[in-house]
């Protein structure tokens, strides 16, 4: 192996691919842009997934993990299904996510990663999401009076929530859970240390 080529080959590409799920794909990225163009959100990042795959290849770093592109993943796979090599887009923007944020290096006050720590915490308590709580968390995220305005705002979704039965007396009470949310904890919890044991540090 080249001099170069074992450069590149110790570069943040490596370290995505030894740390980011179904990370070895990003090399096989071949640039065309198809799924920049496939998604409904497209114009709105940053940098779409091929500016993302070849910053890694760059070992532009920092720039990746702090960047908000990845959280901007809605899950449609329109890219996967679009894809002329078929790369698995989608797993790999959630993995760079997941890593970045486990990092600590998540961007900060980003609404998608906001929604997915509240809706995480709320899942957590139960084993199921309480979907009145999980609004109000989201609701009352920016202070009490933002809370009332968009509640308030909000009233016609809350009343359609109430006619198909999606808000109700029990969700009021805390809703419906697992029957052993004890042991759904230890599960996560064992599952974490797991992950936590294959990261491989690169720094």
């Known amino acids: 192996?080249?001099?170069?080529?074992?450069?590149y080959r110790n570069s943040f590409?490596?370290?995505?691919?030894?740390?980011?799920?179904?990370?070895?794909w990003v090399k096989m990225c071949m640039q065309c842009g198809v799924c920049a163009g496939s998604c409904p959100l497209g114009k709105?990042?940053?940098?779409?997934?091929?500016?993302?795959?070849?910053?890694?290849?760059?070992g532009k770093r920092e720039e990746v993990l702090t960047s908000?592109?990845?959280?901007?993943?809605?899950?449609?796979?329109n890219c996967i299904?679009?894809?002329?090599?078929?790369?698995p887009i989608t797993h790999i923007m959630h993995g760079l996510a997941t890593y970045a944020k486990r990092l600590g290096l998540a961007p900060k006050n980003q609404p998608t990663q906001g929604f997915s720590q509240l809706f995480w915490d709320n899942l957590m308590k139960k084993g199921r999401v309480n979907e009145l709580k999980m609004g109000l968390s989201m609701?009352?995220?920016?202070?009490?009076?933002?809370?009332?305005?968009?509640?308030?705002?909000?009233?016609?979704?809350g009343q359609n929530m109430m006619k198909a039965k999606r808000m109700n007396a029990m969700e009021i009470m805390g809703g419906h859970g697992v029957k052993s949310p004890g042991d759904l904890a230890k599960i996560i919890k064992k599952a974490q240390e797991i992950e936590d044991g294959k990261i491989q540090d690169f720094s």
């Open 81 to 87: 299904a679009r894809c002329p090599r078929g790369l």
């Open 1 to 7: 192996m080249s001099t170069n080529s074992q450069k």
């Open 139 to 157: 609701y009352f995220k920016d202070g009490f009076a933002q809370g009332v305005k968009n509640a308030m705002a909000n009233q016609k979704l």
């Open 44 to 58: 709105h990042w940053d940098h779409p997934p091929q500016e993302i795959f070849m910053m890694i290849r760059a």
């Open 13 to 24: 590409l490596k370290e995505v691919e030894a740390n980011v799920e179904e990370g070895e």
């Open 68 to 77: 908000d592109s990845m959280w901007m993943c809605t899950s449609c796979y």
